[in-house]
C-alpha cells in the first residue's frame, strides 16, 4: 500500500541555517503530495502541496518539489528561524483519497 | 471564513464510559475526516464522512462511529473506553473529498485523557 517515510528528529539548527526535512514516498498512480506543521498545542496547519511531477509548492519561506523519479518530497528554507520549530509532516493522497502519513520530524531551532 | 472547530478541547473520562466528539467544518466544505494522533502510533486514520455517508473507514474497531449531518456538522462517537483511546483527535474538512488533489483543513483537535 501507500506509504511516506520522513527523516527522524529531532533536528536541531541554529537560528539562520538551511534546512532539509526529507520526505519519501511509496504509492500507485500519481498523488498528491503535502506538508503540514504543527505548532505545541495546536492542530495541523497545512504548510504547501503539489499535486503533479515537478510541481513546486512554497509558503513562508518554505519549498519542496514534487519529484517522481526519485518519488521524494523534500522540504527545505533558507534560513531558519526560532519560531519555526515544531513538527513537520510529510503527507500522500492517493487513489483512496485517505491522507497518508508520515511519522513527523520535530524541528527545534535554537538562537 | 471561520476555520475548522472542534468542541469540546479538551475532556477527561474513565474507562468504560463514552463519548462524543464534534466538528463544525468549513463553511461550505462536505467532506469530514477524523483522525487519531497520539505519540506511539502518530496519525491515524479513523473515517471519511461525505453528504451524510461514510465514504472510507481506517482500521479501528468498531467503538469507534461517526456521523455527519445535513449541515456538514460532524460527531464520532467512542464507547466503551479504554486507556489506549487517550489521544488526539483531529477533525479535517474539505470541499469535495473526492479529489486526490483535495486539500484537508485542519481543527485545532480535541484532547482526550481515559483515566
Known amino acids: 500500500g501507500d506509504s511516506v517515510t520522513q527523516m527522524e528528529g529531532p533536528v536541531t539548527l541554529s537560528e539562520e541555517a538551511f534546512l532539509t526535512i526529507n520526505c519519501t514516498y511509496t504509492?500507485?498512480?500519481?498523488?498528491?503530495l503535502f506538508w503540514y506543521v504543527q505548532y505545541p498545542g495546536e492542530g495541523l496547519q497545512l504548510l504547501l502541496k503539489?499535486?503533479?511531477a515537478d510541481d513546486k509548492g512554497s509558503n513562508k519561506g518554505f519549498e519542496a518539489t514534487y519529484r517522481k523519479e526519485t518519488t521524494s518530497f523534500h522540504l527545505e528554507k533558507g534560513s531558519v528561524q526560532v519560531s519555526d520549530s515544531a513538527v513537520y509532516f510529510c503527507a500522500l493522497r492517493g487513489s483512496n483519497y485517505q491522507l497518508i502519513w508520515g511519522a513527523g520530524t520535530k524541528l527545534i531551532i535554537k538562537p | 471564513k471561520a476555520g475548522v472547530t472542534q468542541t469540546p478541547r479538551y475532556l477527561i473520562k474513565t474507562r468504560g464510559q463514552q463519548v462524543t466528539l464534534s466538528c463544525s467544518p468549513i463553511?461550505?466544505?462536505?467532506?469530514v475526516s477524523w483522525y487519531q494522533q497520539t505519540p506511539g502510533q502518530g496519525l491515524q486514520f479513523l473515517f471519511e464522512y461525505f453528504s451524510e455517508t461514510q465514504r472510507n473507514k481506517g482500521n479501528f474497531p468498531g467503538r469507534f462511529s461517526g456521523r455527519q449531518f445535513s449541515n456538514s456538522r460532524s460527531e464520532m462517537n467512542v464507547s466503551t473506553l479504554e486507556l489506549g483511546d487517550s489521544a488526539l483527535y483531529l477533525c479535517?474538512?474539505?470541499?469535495?473529498?473526492?479529489?486526490?488533489?483535495?486539500?484537508?483543513?485542519f481543527g485545532p483537535g480535541t484532547r482526550l485523557t481515559v483515566l
Open positions: 503539489a499535486t503533479k
Open positions: 504509492a500507485t498512480g500519481y498523488p498528491s
Open positions: 463553511s461550505g466544505h462536505r467532506s
Open positions: 479535517a474538512s474539505s470541499s469535495l473529498g473526492g479529489a486526490v488533489t483535495d486539500t484537508q483543513y
